[in-house]
């Protein structure tokens, strides 16, 4: 398995609206299978909403084996994608040093 503990990635609602009505969900996906979703509205730090659920672990060492074969392969130019569909989002891989 990739040496990777967590993923977590973000999506950010950029659409119009005003700062306060704007939507962010976090997912993060442990090594151990365990999903977890937060949801936040506007500019507060504190999730509104948190489910949890649980991917079989073969399929979360596919996902991580898949970026880390990504991101080895890319590191010097970094992993740059556009999507124009009115979020943002980001990607946090955390390793295991």
Same mark, same amino acid.
């Given at each position: 398995?990739? /040496?990777? $503990? @967590? ?5 950010? *609602?950029? #659409?119009?609206?005003?700062?306060? /009505?704007?939507? @962010?969900?976090?997912? &993060? !996906?442990?090594?151990? =299978? @365990?999903?977890? $979703?937060?949801?936040?509205? #506007? %500019?507060? %730090?504190?999730?509104?909403? @948190? &489910? *949890? ?5 073969? !399929?979360? *060492? $596919?996902?991580?084996? #898949?970026? /880390? ?6 590191? $010097? *130019? =970094?992993?740059?994608? &556009?999507?124009? /569909? =009115? ?5 946090? !891989?955390?390793?295991?040093?």
């Amino acid at each position: 398995m990739a /040496d990777i $503990k @967590k993923v977590r990635f973000n999506v950010t *609602e950029n #659409g119009p609206c005003f700062i306060e /009505d704007m939507h @962010k969900c976090v997912y &993060e !996906i442990f090594e151990s =299978g @365990k999903i977890v $979703k937060y949801s936040y509205l #506007g %500019r507060n %730090r504190r999730f509104v909403n @948190k &489910e *949890e659920n649980v991917a079989q672990r073969d !399929i979360v *060492e $596919k996902l991580f084996l #898949g970026l /880390d074969d990504l991101v080895r392969a890319n590191w $010097k *130019e =970094g992993v740059v994608c &556009e999507i124009c /569909d =009115g979020c943002s989002y980001e990607l946090q !891989i955390t390793y295991a040093n």
